[in-house]
């Protein structure tokens, strides 16, 4: 079984911290993911990586950065914590070979930012 | 760019009954997946059936099956023999070239029983 694991389940920070989620994957994927989940908007793209030291722009990069220094652990960095990055984070990996492949996604950090 | 709407934000249904849940989408791609994930409470998304564009059968995995209108941009889920296991937040998605995913805005799903 393909398994996604992130750091964290829940997490409270303060207004102007770094905030650090990380996330692994045991399936040797070349691609990895960071989307937020908020009420009513479904997932939303925030980056992605499709191999080691890359990384792309999804939808809403902004107040966020990654870091893939190995293939298994993709991690995102809020540089400033603000109040409206309180979100659901959900991170996947998939393997690029083919369109139709499904993603696999980890259990979800829930940020609250005071 | 593709969009997913889900009209539908909380359904209800009885156990053992049929639900079915609406999605549209748009996209520009000839070539795309289709997807419904499921995320249950505090629990990991996972995937519950796909659908490939060029196929006109509409796909079915054991209850739950899909009504796939490719010229009506239409995704619809059917669950028969709802179960209290159902109970989750449903999430219709389009995969474009890139593997990257679209998602919807989510339906809330409640089985009653």
Known sequence: DVKVTQSSRYLVKRTGEKVFLECVQDMDHENMFWYRQDPGLGLRLIYFSYDVKMKEKGDIPEGYSVSREKKERFSLILESASTNQTSMYLCASSSPRQLQETQYFGPGTRLLVL | ?113
């Open chain 2, 1 to 113: 760019a593709q969009t997913v709407t889900q009209s539908q934000p909380e359904m209800s249904v009885q156990e053992a009954e049929t639900v079915t849940l609406s999605c549209t989408y748009d996209t520009s791609e000839s070539d795309y997946y289709l997807f419904w994930y499921k995320q249950p409470p505090s629990r990991q998304m996972i995937l519950v059936i796909r659908q490939e564009a060029y196929k006109q059968q509409n796909a079915t995995e054991n209850r739950f099956s899909v009504n796939f209108q490719k010229a009506a941009k239409s995704f619809s889920l059917k669950i028969s023999d709802s179960q209290l296991g159902d109970a989750a937040m449903y999430f219709c998605v389009i995969n474009n070239a890139g593997n990257m995913l679209t998602f919807g805005g989510g339906t809330r799903l409640m089985v009653k029983p």
